[in-house]
């Protein structure tokens, strides 16, 4: 398995400029998550997804940002218009969660992909 | 509420030496508890875990923690260090669907 797949690795982009960023999940894994890393606030769960709905969006920083997840294979989070504050290092995972063992979720990452808003 | 500590920001360790970073953890139920690793400008790998059983897991890369209940802590060793092992550290929790990460501990190797 290639593993979850993450792009594009970097993007640099100006302030009010549209980012999208894009993800694979692992083949056969039914949860995926966001998340943002910056040096202030650390790892932030931001959406995740169970079964290609989403089922938490309470980390999502406000209307600037969304995400999608229209197939079982691939999802993509989007930010419109994009702030010098949004500037992070944005991780997918993915997971197969048996739903009824509550916490034994073991995630997959990404490379993750460097956002840098200018 | 569920948290995770970790309260060595940085550690320093010389090559070859014994390494043990600390992770505290805050929870209500049976913890599941995991040690993810992280080097630089890559994504998060997994360590080891812990769901049940033996409280003395072993992971990859020679590393291996100890569930203590009593002291609701989950150290990751290694007996032996090696330059390849500087990264971050992150101890986790899961909590239903998601982990409850703690603030990562930098491992530093001196030559």
């Known amino acids: 398995d290639a593993g979850v797949i993450q792009s594009p690795r970097h993007e640099v982009t100006e302030m009010g400029q549209e980012v999208t960023l894009r993800c694979k999940p692992i083949?056969?894994?039914?949860?995926l998550f966001w998340y943002r890393q910056t040096m202030m606030r650390g790892l932030e769960l931001l959406i995740y997804?169970?079964?290609?709905?989403?089922?938490?969006d309470s980390g999502m920083p406000e209307d600037r940002f969304s995400a999608k997840m229209p197939n079982a294979s691939f999802s993509t989070l989007k930010i419109q218009p994009s702030e010098p504050r949004d500037s992070a290092v944005y991780f997918c995972a993915s997971s197969q969660r048996t739903a009824f063992i509550s916490g034994a979720n073991v995630l997959t990452f990404g490379a993750g992909s460097r956002l840098t808003v200018l | 509420a569920q948290s995770v500590t970790q309260p060595d920001i940085h550690i320093t360790v010389s090559e070859g030496a014994s390494l043990e970073l600390r992770c505290n953890y805050s929870?209500?139920?049976?913890?599941?508890l995991f040690w993810y690793v992280q080097s630089p400008g890559q994504g998060l790998q997994l360590l080891l875990k812990?769901?049940?059983?033996d409280t003395l897991v072993q992971g990859i890369k020679g590393f291996e923690a100890e569930f203590k209940r009593s002291q609701s802590s989950f150290n990751l060793r290694k007996p032996s260090v090696h330059w390849s092992d500087a990264a971050e550290y992150f101890c986790a929790v899961g909590a239903n669907y998601q982990l409850i990460w703690g603030a990562g501990t930098k491992l530093i190797i001196k030559p």
């Open positions: 812990y769901f049940s059983g």
């Open positions: 083949s056969g894994h039914n949860s």
């Open positions: 997804f169970n079964n290609n709905v989403p089922i938490d």
């Open positions: 929870y209500g139920a049976t913890p599941y």
